[in-house]
């Protein structure tokens, strides 16, 4: 033989493929890029069957591609990519059977959408992140109040416990240097908050006195 007619190679082929500006089955225009992984299982169809084997499966993949684009919505595409490939494969499988060729994987390198879509996605997805925390903020309050209202059950029928408590929460507040903590009338006489207020007071007397100090005059009357 001088010549060879037609050589075919049966090792693993890759051809990447791409669909650009495909709409999607809600209208949005992609441009998707992938890559097909085959093999020549047969020589003799590849070559009696079809012209140019590897020009019809470039042109059948993305006939393929762009048939599945139009039938998903955006979002199933971004999240549905391994269903995506799976599907392909089926379908190019099915149209390369015939001409000895099989289609071992096909894989979604990446998925473009348009810039202003893209922003409007990004901030809906930003909304739902500050809706979440809202409810869960709101959830927080609920158990905070159930609380509140389970403690003031306990507090409802022990006036000398509810005392000590709101004597606690006022020297809490002392504590700290240059606290200025403005209490109710109401709560001064429930409390006795002013005998307390006096017996401090004339003990912080008592302590200057010992200290060698000179206590505090007394108010002037009239």
């Avoid at 684009?69 to 494969?89: F, K, P, Y």
């Amino acid at each position: 033989m001088d010549t060879i007619p037609a050589m075919v190679d049966h090792r693993v082929m890759v051809t990447p493929f791409t669909a650009e500006r495909t709409l999607t089955k809600d209208s949005v225009p992609v441009n998707v890029d992938a890559v097909l992984f085959w093999v020549v299982w047969d020589a003799e169809k590849a070559v009696l069957e079809v012209e140019d084997y590897q020009t019809a499966i470039a042109w059948a993949v993305q006939t393929a591609l762009r048939e599945i684009i139009g039938q998903m919505e955006l979002a199933s595409i971004l999240v549905g990519r391994a269903a995506m490939d799976a599907e392909l494969q089926r379908i190019i499988d099915e149209r390369t059977t015939p001409w000895g060729i099989t289609v071992q994987s096909v894989e979604i390198r990446d998925i473009v959408i348009p810039e202003a879509l893209e922003d409007a996605m990004s901030r809906q997805a930003q909304a739902e992140r500050e809706r979440q925390a809202r409810v869960i903020l709101g959830e927080s309050e609920k158990q905070i109040a159930a609380s509140f209202a389970e403690a003031a059950q306990a507090y409802r029928d022990n006036p000398t416990a509810l005392h000590l408590r709101a004597m606690n929460m006022l020297f809490e507040g002392l504590k700290e240097k240059g606290a200025l903590i403005i209490v109710p009338s109401s709560a001064v006489e429930t409390m006795n908050l002013g005998g307390l207020m006096g017996m401090a007071s004339m003990s912080g007397a008592m302590q200057t006195l010992l200290a060698g100090g000179q206590p505090p005059a007394p108010p002037q009357e009239g």
